[in-house]
Nanobody
Framework: QVQLVESGGGLVQPGGSLRLSCAASERTSSMYAMGWFRQASKKEREFVAR????????DYADSVKGRFTISRGSAKNTVFLQMNNLKPEDTAAYYC???????????????????WGQGTQVTVSS
């Protein structure tokens, strides 16, 4: 069973930056893709960003394009989410997810992923 552990969340002012990290209990090169999702209070979990491990292909939600960057760590068991120019509407619990499967569902669909972390809270407020 793969375990994912997120870190790096916290309280930041609007316009600030945070870098989230996700550490996996095994080499993430065995994964097909990893992603970040977020869930604000009383809202459904939504896609933020994803990266395919083989080709390093990335994709982002429209709401974060140009502000967030997903990347792989050199340690081969980490993935990062650099978040710049944060806005109050970015406030949410952020979750790391991973899948080994080359499936038919979109990688923007939470059901596409079989492994999830416990989440890290990001609060953007002045």
């Amino acid at each position: 069973q793969v375990q994912l552990v997120e870190s790096g969340g916290g309280l930041v002012q609007p316009g600030g930056s945070l870098r989230l990290s996700c550490a996996a209990s095994e080499r993430t090169s065995s994964m097909y893709a990893m992603g970040w999702f977020r869930q604000a209070s009383k809202k459904e979990r939504e896609f933020v960003a994803r990266i395919t491990w083989g080709g390093g292909i990335t994709d982002y939600a429209d709401s974060v394009k140009g502000r967030f960057t997903i990347s792989r760590g050199s340690a081969k068991n980490t993935v990062f989410l650099q978040m710049n120019n944060l806005k109050p509407e970015d406030t949410a619990a952020y979750y790391c997810a991973a899948t080994r499967r080359i499936g038919v569902r979109s990688l923007k669909d939470p059901q596409r992923y079989e492994y999830w972390g416990q989440g890290t809270q990001v609060t953007v407020s002045s």
